[in-house]
């Protein structure tokens, strides 16, 4: 009894300690994290490489507001949604299915195909031909291949009058990509080649070079470049390796190796995956916090998207507003134009242009001219409306900026050119002349409020004392 309770107590002394090892850093509406799961997220967001770093304590706040997120995500049921759930299976199965791959399978492969290369040689070396080659079409007539046949004979005969091989390749041989190196080829071995190749191939010396020969593509003038045997298995290695992954070597053993142990077990892929998934991330916090962060981040995306960034988007009359509230914002020393450069066939198209536009939306310029102007043939030629600084168009410069020296010169069938807009001196004028702009601050503007309502709605509750001791443990 004395030892069954110093047990007890031993091990009940222990349980503070066991507890210690990962303690909780936060709670986000009572869910406990970890501090090994903050760290991951702290150190991979604060590696050398990231330029805006964090400290310790902006992290702890932007970690929170994330967190957030995440929860409102989850109690709005999106990660229920079944385009949700096929793309997170998809990055999870990424991750899992090179697990399940044994040791030793690839080198396996790899072996394998260099002991095929072995038996397909079968004794024989490997060869490096060069060719200058004329083509005859296998439908062709008489007359056609009569004709390649007097034209390889007479580069033939140049040959044994001492020109050089390469050049007569690179001048006259119809196979394009070899004539650029002078007629070389790759190496071969026996099985690769059209028969009557692979025979002449294997009947020259190094060096030696054929007399003209039919094959069934067309004429050849062969010579043998060099000879080898197959290098050993660990020097050819690695390319094999190459070659086979540029196949995908891994995706089809990842995709084997997932098709037996399902069969094997008794359960569909998915199935398999979604316990070994659950096996693996037990025993490796790194790839459990890695599946968890983008299981996270596909959350927080949607979220995202549907509370701020599309709503906020498509409010014209919020943006409108938000533009008017905050106009100091977006002034500048330098005068603007919001506008749209335009080139013309004729003259009279020119005031044509801007008297059809006088009364017309800018977001329907380019429709309107290309209606009135360019149904049947192209006499309008325009640019994007945008918005333009000094120095950024030399035609808006000498138009609308008067600088002399940036005047363009005119296109040959578009000779007449201008440009139809607002020229801007303190700012601008609607909220559409810095869209980009106001939708990026008025979505950051309800990316706040919807933090704020976050933080009203879930309880939060930080340990600091665990937070110090972040990555000093």
Same mark, same amino acid.
């Given at each position: ?64 507001? /994330?967190? $957030? ?25 990424? @991750? ?5 791959v044994p040791e030793g399978v690839e080198e396996a492969e790899v072996r394998a195909y260099y002991d095929g290369m072995l038996k397909q040689l079968n004794g024989h070396d490997l060869r490096l031909p060069a060719h200058i080659?004329l083509r005859v079409a296998q439908k062709g007539s008489s007359e056609e291949q009569a004709a390649k046949k007097t034209r390889i004979d007479s580069i033939y005969q140049a040959l044994l009058a001492g020109s050089e091989f ?47 020969? $039919? ?17 050993? #298995? ?21 995709? @084997?190796? *997932? ?34 962060? /983008? ?11 549907? @509370? ?33 450069? #335009? ?19 800018? *977001? ?110």
């Amino acid at each position: 009894m004395k030892r069954i309770a110093l047990f007890v107590l031993h091990f009940t002394l222990c349980l503070p300690a066991l507890a210690e090892e990962d303690p909780v850093v936060m709670k986000i509406a009572g869910v406990p994290v970890t501090r090994s799961e903050f760290e991951y997220n702290y150190n991979k967001n604060n590696t050398e490489n990231v330029i805006d770093r964090k400290d310790l304590e902006e992290y702890v706040d932007l970690f929170v507001n /994330y967190k $957030l997120k995440v929860k409102a995500a989850e109690d709005a049921k999106l990660d229920t949604l079944q385009s949700f759930k096929a793309e997170f299976r998809t990055y999870r199965d990424q @991750q899992i299915r090179p697990l399940l791959v044994p040791e030793g399978v690839e080198e396996a492969e790899v072996r394998a195909y260099y002991d095929g290369m072995l038996k397909q040689l079968n004794g024989h070396d490997l060869r490096l031909p060069a060719h200058i080659f004329l083509r005859v079409a296998q439908k062709g007539s008489s007359e056609e291949q009569a004709a390649k046949k007097t034209r390889i004979d007479s580069i033939y005969q140049a040959l044994l009058a001492g020109s050089e091989f390469e050049e007569l390749a690179k001048q006259y041989s119809e196979d394009t990509q070899s004539a650029m190196n002078g007629g070389t080829l790759t190496w071969f071995g026996p099985g690769s080649l059209v028969p009557e190749f692979e025979k002449v191939m294997y009947e020259l010396q190094k060096g030696e070079t054929s007399a003209p020969f $039919l094959s069934p593509v067309g004429y050849h003038i062969m010579r043998l470049i060099d000879v080898k045997q197959l290098e050993p #298995y660990d020097t050819l290695r690695s390319k094999i390796l190459s070659f086979l992954e540029s196949r995908g070597l891994a995706e089809r053993l990842e995709r @084997q190796v *997932a098709d037996s142990l399902a069969r094997q077990r008794g359960l569909s892929v998915a199935q398999l995956l979604d316990a070994e998934s659950e096996r693996l991330c037990a025993q490796d916090d790194e790839l459990k916090y890695l599946i968890q962060e /983008y299981h996270d981040g596909l959350l927080l995306y949607e979220i995202s998207k549907t @509370q701020i960034w599309d709503p906020a988007a498509t409010d014209t009359v919020a943006l409108e507003n938000y533009f008017k509230a905050n106009s100091k914002k977006y002034a500048w020393k330098e005068p603007h134009f919001y506008g749209m450069p #335009y080139y013309t066939r004729e003259k009279n198209a020119v005031k044509g242009v801007k008297k059809l536009l006088k009364k017309v939306d800018e *977001a329907k310029w380019t429709v309107t001219v290309r209606d009135a102007y360019n149904k049947d043939s192209v006499m309008v030629r325009m640019e994007q409306p945008r918005l333009f600084k000094k120095g950024e168009n030399a035609m808006v410069d000498s138009l609308v900026f008067n600088v002399k020296e940036g005047k363009t010169r005119p296109r040959k069938s578009f000779p007449y050119s201008a440009v139809v807009g607002r020229r801007l001196k303190k700012g601008p004028q609607r909220w559409t002349d810095v869209a980009n702009e106001v939708v990026a601050d008025y979505q950051a503007a309800c990316d706040r409020k919807f933090v704020e309502e976050l933080r009203n709605r879930y309880k939060v509750k930080i340990y600091p004392e665990v937070i110090a001791t972040v990555n000093k443990h």
